[in-house]
């Protein structure tokens, strides 16, 4: 079984401060992490993925995540937030050998100015 | 523009009633997927079908049904049976060549039960 654990229900930051949004997960066997915003009453938007290889991974928008396996976490990060990061994140894993992906109960980020 | 297309974006449904929610992609992807989403809960996978004329249940399926006759269509029916319809729809499609890919969300349908 594969799950994935965002610990954070709501997460607050000054503009101009960084981010980071943690991701725990769960999969048996190798994990593919993925991280999506989600604007109100709005689809998903892909962010970044993991899937083999560099352990720092670079997205859109600036954002970033590090893939920790000892740690099974995957923490999106930014080094400077913008009142327009403001959304709800969700972060998703599939295992290598499965075909369908499961996501975290999402991450409130609030910048505020 | 290649994506995927929902509608309706809002649809209200009395008790009892059967309603379909459309999903549309011309991406060329061969997998589709509808999520449920909750406030508070993430997204629930409700069906996913790898390819034509195939589907498998997620976690939430009872209460729903779901077609692939085509690949760029993946219809989601919410049945009578589904006890608490009220949510979001979310519908997805990935490429199916490798197992790596990410999702490609469409706008989302939101369904009230009066």
Redesign the interface.
């Known amino acids: 079984a594969q799950s994935v654990a965002q610990p954070e229900?709501q997460v607050n930051v000054a503009e101009g401060n960084p981010l980071t949004v943690k991701c725990t997960y769960s999969v048996s066997g190798n994990p593919?992490l993925?991280w999506?915003v989600q604007y109100p009453?709005?689809?998903?938007?892909?962010l970044l993925?993991y899937?083999t290889g560099d352990n720092l991974v670079k997205g859109s928008y600036g954002f970033e995540a590090e893939f920790n396996k000892s740690q099974t976490s995957f923490h999106l990060k930014k080094p400077s937030a913008l009142v327009s990061d403001s959304a709800l994140y969700?972060c998703?894993v599939?295992a290598?050998?499965?075909?369908?992906?499961?996501?975290?109960?999402?991450t409130r980020l609030t910048v505020k100015p | 523009d290649g994506g995927?297309t929902?509608s309706p974006k809002y649809l209200f449904r009395k008790e009892g009633q059967n309603v379909t929610l459309s999903c549309e992609q011309n991406l060329n992807h061969d997998?589709m997927?509808w999520?449920r989403q909750d406030p508070?809960?993430?997204?629930?996978?409700i069906y996913?079908s790898?390819i034509v004329n195939d589907f498998?249940k997620?976690d939430i399926a009872e209460g729903y049904s779901v077609s692939r006759e085509k690949k760029e269509s993946f219809p989601l029916t919410v049945t009578s049976a589904q006890k608490n319809p009220t949510a979001?729809y979310?519908c997805?499609s990935r490429t199916g060549q490798t197992?790596?890919g990410?999702?490609?969300?469409?706008?989302?349908s939101?369904l009230t039960v009066l």
């Open positions: 229900d593919y993925f999506y009453n709005r689809g998903l938007q892909f993925k899937i969700f998703a599939r290598g050998n499965n075909n369908d992906m499961r996501f975290g109960a999402g | 995927i929902q997998a997927y999520y508070g809960q993430g997204l629930r996978l996913y790898q498998q997620g979001f979310l997805a197992n790596t990410e999702l490609f969300f469409g706008e989302g939101r």
